[in-house]
């Protein structure tokens, strides 16, 4: 039996092409996939992420607690509201999963983990808190919508009320703030300006409907997909997983390393000190085609890795990928059914702030 989010009539009203993700009926599209991607990149586009789980740390050792269980340091977080990416490891430095972090004050957080690795991030957290004061409680009661795009912040601040756009006029990227019972954010998966919104389930019908009437499009998971591949966003279970670490993930800008001892520091400090390890990059290819996952990477005729993601991307109008590799040359190919063809490699993003970024 799959799960419903509050959202669930509102979509099929709208017609939307309902799966199975994780476990929950979301909507793919509600009716192009293509235009729903362009309608976040040039004007505003509204996700139900309501799927995604969470989670409230709250106590005199949250702080310690975090700090203990994530790869990032949540001391950064000095302001109220104020947002980090992180990854949570294993002990042998494998990625359990990334999620976000929201600090209300040193003793509560706010925190938003995939809904797939839900019972295993809930059990593990579980396991890790036994030495410290503190509780680990899942908050179903909330959806969350994510608004994105050029216009969305201030299509969606008509949309609030006077306390709320007081409350949200002064926001910078990666900060939020409690109003009126909902926790607005400056965060996103797409690369574009735009809101995430956590409120209670009761209240995301009637805020979905008026932003619908305000000219934001409804955007399904299709969309969301390519826009953060667009955007060289990792989505867990295909670029990263617990057999990988964040440095070959493209995510050491997420790891503090330096007199920490969080779970899985001293494998990561033991990867280093061996070297050589792989790289998670972007590929673009400008002939006709479309990568596609576990194809394989070849540099200078040897093969060095697979693609991780890999799409057509709607904004550049070719397809990019990410892929883990060995190394890199100037030769590179991918084996797309027996026909190499050839690739150029960068670092992500494709794309920032819908502009081609080379």
Wanted: some cysteine; overall charge negative; charged content about 25%.
């Amino acid at each position: 039996m799959t799960k419903k989010t509050p959202l669930y009539d509102a979509h099929v009203l709208a017609q939307a092409r309902l799966v199975d993700f994780g476990g929950w009926d979301m909507p793919v599209h509600y009716g192009s996939q293509i235009e729903e991607h362009h309608a976040v990149r040039k004007d505003a586009g509204v996700f139900d992420v309501s799927h995604m789980t969470v989670i409230e740390v709250t106590g005199q050792d949250a702080t310690d607690y975090l700090d203990r269980l994530l790869a990032n340091d949540i001391r950064k977080a000095k302001l109220p509201g104020q947002a980090i990416y992180s990854a949570m490891l294993n002990e042998d430095g494998g990625i359990l999963d990334d999620l976000i972090v929201y600090s209300n004050n040193p003793d509560s957080f706010l925190l938003v983990v995939n809904c797939a690795t839900r019972e295993k991030d809930l059990a593990w957290m579980q396991q890790q808190i036994r030495s410290f004061t503190c509780e680990v409680t899942e908050r179903p009661d909330y959806a969350i919508l994510a608004i994105q795009g050029p216009k969305s912040i201030e299509k969606t601040r008509g949309e609030l009320s006077i306390a709320q756009r007081e409350a949200t006029a002064r926001l910078r990227i990666f900060q939020g703030v409690w109003t009126e019972g909902w926790f607005i954010a400056r965060t996103g998966y797409t690369g574009e300006f735009g809101f995430e919104i956590i409120l209670p389930e009761e209240d995301a019908p009637g805020f979905w409907d008026r932003l619908v009437a305000a000219g934001i499009r409804p955007v399904g998971l299709g969309a969301r997909d390519t826009l953060r591949l667009e955007a060289g966003m990792n989505l867990y279970g295909s670029d990263m997983d617990e057999s990988v670490s964040p440095m070959e993930s493209n995510m050491m800008s997420t790891v503090v390393l330096p007199d920490r001892d969080f779970i899985g520091a001293a494998a990561l400090r033991a990867q280093l000190e061996k070297g050589k390890l792989r790289k998670l990059l972007g590929l673009v290819m400008r002939s006709k085609g479309v990568l596609r996952p576990h194809y394989p990477v070849f540099c200078d005729a040897e093969k060095v890795g697979e693609i991780t993601s890999g799409a057509f991307s709607p904004t550049l109008q070719h397809s990019v990928a990410l892929a883990r590799v060995l190394r890199t040359s100037d030769s590179m190919t991918v084996d797309i059914r027996g026909k190499m063809h050839p690739v150029e490699w960068m670092m992500p993003p494709f794309v920032r702030r819908g502009k081609r970024v080379q």
